[in-house]
């Protein structure tokens, strides 16, 4: 008997369902589904400190995985079980060269940068826990929507495990590059649906409702499970010490909600005292959840949230036909999955929603790079909601905070470059229709003659 079993999050339900079940939602009333454990039953470590001789163990794969090395806390698999490429080697910088930029004190800024993961991304934290699943499910085919990264993670675990064939279905035009060129050369089937990211998800989750085919969006619960590690590391970046902050880009909530679980369960496990606050920043082209929490009033209020709130907010996105749009394609989402699952995770760390133009984004992102170690442009969006929120006083200069960088630079060079090199075509092409028309940190390249005296005199030394 497997003391992991799945349970319903809506607290008159609460059904619960086999380890070995394959759902994405509550089978009697449809909402969203956790892995829950007999924590009772399980070695749980009496400090997370524990965790450091696993340090010492980096030739066994499992201690050496940043997920798997944390494997007590998400306890579901049997070792022999677990499907990992060496994901979560990551690294939480302090930058302090950042954190003057946008008014915090030195010392107290930190870059959680996920962008070091296998696929560039921290989507590889989820995907080891959903082929782990698919792995112990038997399936022979696994299955994502994606706004890029999801494709690319799924990609890179089915093609390195060879465990399984798999399907992405992504939306037509809106895929950075680098992304699109990654599920294409790890051998994905892609689907390039006529459609945006929104129905994309659609018309996988309509496809694998009927078919045996495994679905690894987040609305798969082992996924957000693996996405837990992520404040693992930042913790032991910290030396097991809790920010005050964790901010984040808000897409389909599967971090936020991830983020939240994690500190619920170490909280309860005696393992933190006290939980860190969370701001989740959406790109204002794609600002349901800022929207609905801060103008709607939408809460948790102990999972009886107001579901007619939600669904008059949809009914009303469709009538105007009204569809997610920002540079941040990551985060261009307008129907978040783990909506519920991000109200309840705002509860548990007392947190706060932002939304951001393309504008900040952008800049943010450039800042970023210039200072750091670069991502795209949906990770841009913490430190923009960073700025905001230090201007607004909601954070203070002495806070110590993580920003999650949640995917690599060169996922969308197209974007950087356009930025950079202020080419009037590119950038009425990019920028322009996302209402960017300043390039503040733009670094743009000299041209010069193919003469070394020109050359000299370009660098001010002739
Ligand atoms: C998927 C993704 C996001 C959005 O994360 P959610 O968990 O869906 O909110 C943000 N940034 C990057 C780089 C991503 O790939
Ligand atoms: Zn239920």
């Given at each position: 008997m497997s003391h992991a079993f799945?349970?319903?999050?809506?607290?008159?339900?609460?059904?619960?369902?086999?380890l070995?079940?394959?759902?994405?939602?509550?089978?009697?009333?449809?909402?969203?589904?956790d892995v829950q454990y007999d924590w009772d039953q399980l070695p749980v470590p009496k400090s997370l400190k524990d965790f450091e001789r696993r340090w010492s163990n980096r030739l066994n794969p499992l201690d050496f995985s940043g997920v798997w090395r944390f494997r007590d806390l998400l306890p579901f698999p049997k070792d022999s079980d677990i499907v990992t490429i060496g994901e979560g080697q990551t690294i939480l910088q302090q930058n302090d060269r950042l954190a003057k930029h946008v008014g915090m004190d030195a010392g107290r800024l930190f870059l959680q940068y996920e962008g070091l993961n296998p696929s560039g991304s921290f989507k590889d934290n989820g995907?080891?826990?959903?082929?782990?699943?698919a792995r112990m499910v038997g399936a022979k085919m696994t299955a994502c929507a994606s706004t890029g990264n999801t494709s690319a993670s799924l990609a890179i675990y089915a093609g390195v495990s060879g465990l399984f064939q798999c399907v992405v279905f992504v939306g037509s035009g809106k895929i950075a590059y680098g992304k699109l060129s990654?599920?294409?050369?790890?051998?994905?089937?892609?689907?390039?649906?006529?459609?945006?990211?929104?129905?994309?998800?659609?018309?996988?989750r309509e496809v694998c409702a009927e078919h045996p085919i495994y679905l690894c969006n987040s609305v798969n619960p082992f996924r957000l499970e693996g996405q837990k590690t992520i404040m693992f590391r930042v913790l032991e970046g910290l030396g097991w010490e809790v920010p005050d902050w964790i901010v984040v880009?808000?897409?389909?909530?599967?971090?936020?909600?991830?983020?939240?679980?994690a500190f619920m369960e170490l909280k309860k496990l005696g393992l933190i005292d006290r939980i860190p606050?969370?701001?989740?920043?959406?790109?204002?082209?794609?600002?349901?959840?800022?929207?609905?929490v801060n103008n709607k009033d939408l809460q948790w209020n102990d999972g009886r949230n107001d579901a007619d709130i939600i669904r008059s907010y949809y009914a009303s996105m469709d009538a105007d036909d009204r569809?997610?749009?920002?540079?941040a394609s990551a985060i261009e989402i307008n129907r978040p999955v783990n909506l519920v699952k991000a109200l309840r995770a705002l509860t548990i760390c007392?947190?706060?929603?932002?939304?951001?133009?393309?504008?900040?984004i952008v800049d943010a992102r450039a800042l970023i790079a210039a200072n750091g170690f670069g991502c795209e442009p949906a990770s841009g969006a913490t430190i923009a909601g960073l700025q905001q929120l230090r201007e607004e006083g909601v954070i203070a200069a002495s806070d110590r905070v993580a920003c999650v960088l949640t995917g690599h630079q060169l996922k969308d060079p197209d974007l950087t470059v356009a930025y950079h090199t202020g080419d009037p075509e590119k950038q009425a092409e990019k920028l322009h229709p996302a209402g960017v028309h300043l390039t503040p940190h733009a670094n743009s390249p000299v041209v010069v003659e193919n003469d070394k005296h020109a050359i000299l005199k370009a660098l001010g030394l002739g």
């Open positions: 799945q349970q319903c999050i809506h607290p008159d339900c609460q059904a619960t369902f086999d070995n079940q394959i759902l994405t939602a509550c089978e009697k009333c449809g909402s969203l589904l995907m080891t826990a959903a082929s782990t699943h990654q599920a294409l050369d790890y051998g994905a089937t892609t689907l390039q649906i006529k459609g945006d990211f929104d129905d994309a998800l659609a018309r996988v880009p808000g897409g389909n909530l599967g971090n936020s909600s991830a983020f939240g679980k606050r969370l701001a989740i920043i959406n790109a204002a082209g794609a600002g349901t959840l800022d929207d609905l569809r997610a749009s920002t540079l007392d947190g706060v929603v932002r939304s951001v133009v393309d504008q900040q």
